[in-house]
């Protein structure tokens, strides 16, 4: 752990950058440096916008730390947003935006097309999106339906192999071939042939199971939470509501929410309508979400709500648990997903988390394809 003067030092050399004296090195372990560095090239991205008076970088230096960094734009706003704190991000946005121009995002439909659509440049859309008007937010939105489509494209197959795909293990399949082979069933039904002497199972009887093709009258409800720390979760959430609304097994509800709700269930086969709607950032009120929820669920039996949300609540507590426990009591099921995502690496409050699972609520960070599995193994 870094002690005073180290931390002191480290915020000194982040202030004066590269040119400052070779005694301001930055103090902490490999984590740590790799970090630090990586604040520091954003910084100098930054800051070598700047006029010649720069008082970080001399002129002479300038082009070699930028060659380095091979920043552009959207990456450095995704980067400052991951590793500074939200207030000092915020600032650094404002100057970017207002003292060093670089509001080529945000004003020229040219220099947003000729940047590759991926999910850092998405994100960084919906970030600024409410900055946008114009040509340049119709651009924005074609990037939001072409990155989406993508994801699908990516999820889709495989999301309906983990659902579709499940063995029926309730019904016998006519169709004999290894890929429908339920062996649990055939080594359960053929252990009374046991050879002890050879130690060998005598298979009479080969079984085969059905694979599920069909669900019926299954309502999933998504409540996502657009909170700006849950950004890659919602994108991810708006495209396997489409992927699911496309499957035979269940009606799909949608919608959105912080300290408002907002229903888009109209909209849930437009990914890109959904993340254009979203407004990140704000206060949470995740139990006036869950109420709403509640109201929509018609036979609990048959119904399971998806809240992706960080469970960071920012109202009273004791509300959202005595919905949750509503829920739970119809006998639906009630899912709490902390993170959806490709790494599924969340970030939230565990105290409630836990007070949540001990009620029989499922709380945890799945990757889609993972997600897809779970809810087949719900609907089975």
Known sequence: MLNQEEQVINRWRLVLGKQSDKNLDFHGNHQELTSLQTMEELLDYLYQQASSDDVRNDNSSRQGSLEKSKLNTAEWITKIRKLFPKQTAEILE?????????????TDKKVLEQIQPDMNLLKTVLQLKHLMSGEVLQTAKKIAQQVAEEL?????NSIKRSILGRLDRNSSSPVHSARNLDMKKTIRKNLKNYDSETKQLILQNVYFSNRVKKYSNWRVIIAIDESGSMMGSVIYSAVMAQILAKLPFADIKLIIFDTSIVD????????????MSVQLGGGTNIGKALAYCEKLIETPAKTCVLCVTDLYEGAQEKYLLNTSKNILESGAKLNFLTALDETANPAFDKHLGQKLANMGAFVGALTPEQLGDYIGKIFC
């Open 264 to 275: 888009l269930s109209g909209y849930v086969e437009d990914p890109a309508e959904i993340l």
């Open 152 to 156: 699908r494209k990516k999820l889709e």
């Open 94 to 106: 404002k100057q970017a935006l207002e003292e060093f121009h670089m509001i080529e995002l945000l």
